[in-house]
């Protein structure tokens, strides 16, 4: 029998404390409920090196707490081996950008936001708003998370 190497999905977004961190601690809980984690490399990373070193925004670990979903990140930065799924516009300019730069990418950078059901192409950006924008990001990473997962087997 081949083995299959796991698919690999990076959740970007400008600083890797908020949004991205929700939609990776996510994905992990989808992906560890269907018992294919084995199936699966996942993690988060920020297009600026803004937050590098950082853990993820304590209202963003309480969102996911909430739901009973563990969260242990750090800020890091992408990198050329990377694939991307990320929040909003300007992350996919800068990593389609980058990507330009990388001979025989063979990366796929989407928008998450493209996988919503509900349409809602942005993850928009709760640092400078309130608990409740948290919530959105976390009920929109949901909803993408699944459709991803979903359209990925």
């Known amino acids: 029998m081949v083995e ?11 600083g890797n ?13 989808l992906v560890a409920d269907q018992n294919v984690s084995d199936n699966w490399r996942i993690d988060s990373a920020a297009t600026s090196a803004y937050e590098v070193g950082n853990p993820p925004d304590y209202r963003g670990q309480s969102c996911v707490r909430k739901h009973g979903i563990p969260m242990s990140h ?12 990320c929040m909003d516009e300007s992350n996919l300019r800068d990593l389609n950008r980058k ?15 493209s996988y919503d059901p509900q349409k809602q192409l942005i993850v928009e950006d709760p640092y400078y708003a309130n608990d409740s924008d948290f919530e959105l990001v976390y009920q929109q990473c949901l909803r993408c998370g699944k459709a991803f997962l979903e359209k990925a087997h």
């Open 17 to 29: 404390i908020c949004r991205s961190p929700i939609a990776e601690a996510v994905f992990r809980k």
């Open 74 to 85: 750090i800020a890091r930065q992408v990198t050329k081996e990377d694939f991307m799924l």
């Open 4 to 14: 299959q190497s796991p698919k690999s999905v990076l959740f970007v977004c400008l």
């Open 99 to 113: 990507s330009n730069h990388v001979k025989n990418c063979k990366a796929k950078i989407e928008l998450l936001g």
